[in-house]
């Protein structure tokens, strides 16, 4: 299976999905990460998060930020779509507080349509699955929790190598905040640590898709 975890920014994997990158990463699935903007300082620490997390393809885009060059990210981000061609794809909450983070959301959901539509391309992919994550806003109502508790050590160790990042909300914020919210998570889910999603439905059937119909 392939997964695609995609974001805004460095640290935005870790924080939000780095126990359930690391999970099925070490079960053997094909990862890759794509992160939409970075600068020079982030983007060696996202890479060398990524190592930590066990990711195949760590991807990141060079744009200063997300919601100013939406249009030309959702290019590249069909491009990634149809060269990785991800079962599932991981992404932010439409209603995050940042700016960047809702931009996001939107190009993926609209790079996901338009992936999928064979008028465009020669060879469409369409998305299975499509779930958002947590990273400081909470979701109040969880569709998944799934169990990190044997790779919460990876979380925390991506996440340690932000240190551009680690001051932002006073010392050890990012740390225990993430650490405090695993635990909640995974008292939900009677375990440890885990980590939250939301399943957003996706068109399956369309005139401009491959496939036309489905049964129930």
């Known amino acids: 299976m392939k997964l695609a975890f995609v974001f805004a920014h460095p640290d935005d994997e870790a924080l939000s999905s780095g126990g359930t990158i690391a999970k099925y990463s070490t079960l053997g699935h094909e990862v890759s990460t794509l992160c939409l903007s970075s600068d020079s300082v982030r983007k060696e620490e996202y890479f060398n998060a990524t190592k930590i997390l066990g990711v195949q393809k760590p991807i990141i885009f060079d744009c200063p930020d997300v919601e100013s060059e939406k249009l030309e990210i959702?290019?590249?981000?069909?491009?990634?779509?149809?060269?990785?061609?991800?079962?599932?794809?991981?992404?932010?909450?439409?209603?995050?507080?940042?700016?960047?983070?809702?931009?996001?959301?939107?190009?993926?959901?609209e790079g996901i349509e338009w992936a999928a539509h064979e008028t465009q391309h020669k060879n469409p992919h369409l998305v299975n699955k499509l779930y958002v994550a947590e990273t400081t806003i909470l979701i109040p109502n969880p569709h998944i929790l799934v169990d990190i508790s044997n790779y919460y050590d990876q979380k925390e160790e991506a996440i340690k190598c932000y240190k551009s990042q680690l001051s932002k909300g006073g010392d050890n914020f990012y740390i225990n905040f993430h650490k405090n919210r695993t635990q909640m998570r995974?008292?939900?889910?009677s375990t440890k640590h885990a980590e939250a999603f939301l399943k957003v439905p996706l068109k399956q059937n369309s005139p401009f898709y491959e496939k036309k119909h489905s049964e129930l």
Do not use: S
């Open 186 to 189: 995974g008292a939900q889910a």
């Open 74 to 109: 959702t290019k590249d981000f069909i491009n990634y779509l149809l060269n990785f061609r991800p079962e599932i794809v991981v992404t932010h909450l439409e209603n995050d507080y940042h700016i960047d983070h809702r931009a996001t959301y939107n190009i993926v959901l």
